[in-house]
């Protein structure tokens, strides 16, 4: 498959290796047992096992992974703990502009209780929609280049949302 630059990827050899997402972008395939296997790690929020060309709760775990893997948080939860003045009972000078950032905040999700940041929170169901649930059922291959440009459209719809909800209230 080309990786756009012109260049063949061998998808089957870069699934199981750390940083392929980062580097080449989603890469996902149906194995002989029916399963389906990408190169992110599970995030359980909504069921077992990853899925793609539908929109369910396989298809919202992978978005997810991806989301969570591409936009941690930022800030340990430690971090986050001492950004409200735990310590002092006294928030921090700069929380206004910590808390401005969704990708700083984190929640536990999922059964495992993973630390995802809220930002990936809000946009997986969204490329849930937009870019898994549009895959074929046997998998596919994503782009990082899509991927990044469907992240930056969807944050500056976000901040025009919340711009919009800031100045009608």
């Not at 980062?22 to 029916?34: A, F, N, S, T, Y």
């Not at 910590?98 to 630390?115: A, F, I, M, T």
């Not at 870019?131 to 459209?153: H, Q, S, T, Y």
Request: with cysteine; proline share 5%.
């Amino acid at each position: 498959m080309s990786s756009g630059n012109g260049n063949t990827l061998d998808l089957a050899s870069l699934i199981d290796t750390r940083d392929s997402l980062q580097r080449h972008g989603l890469i996902v395939e149906r194995r002989p047992d029916g399963t389906l296997a990408a190169n992110v790690e599970l995030v359980p929020l909504h069921g077992t096992a990853f899925e793609c060309g539908y929109a369910g709760s396989g298809p919202a775990d992978l978005a997810l992974a991806v989301m969570h893997a591409l936009l941690p948080p930022l800030l340990s939860i430690d971090e986050q703990a001492a950004a409200f003045g735990s310590d002092t009972l006294e928030p921090r000078a700069d929380l206004d502009a910590l808390l401005e950032e969704d990708q700083n905040w984190s929640k536990p999700v999922g059964r495992d209780r993973v630390h995802v940041s809220n930002l990936a929170q809000k946009l997986h169901q969204a490329f849930k929609w937009d870019v898994v649930a549009k895959m074929d059922r046997d998998g596919g291959f994503v782009p990082i280049e899509l991927i990044n440009a469907w992240i930056v459209k969807k944050r500056a719809e976000l901040r025009t949302h919340q711009c919009r909800n800031t100045t009608a209230g």
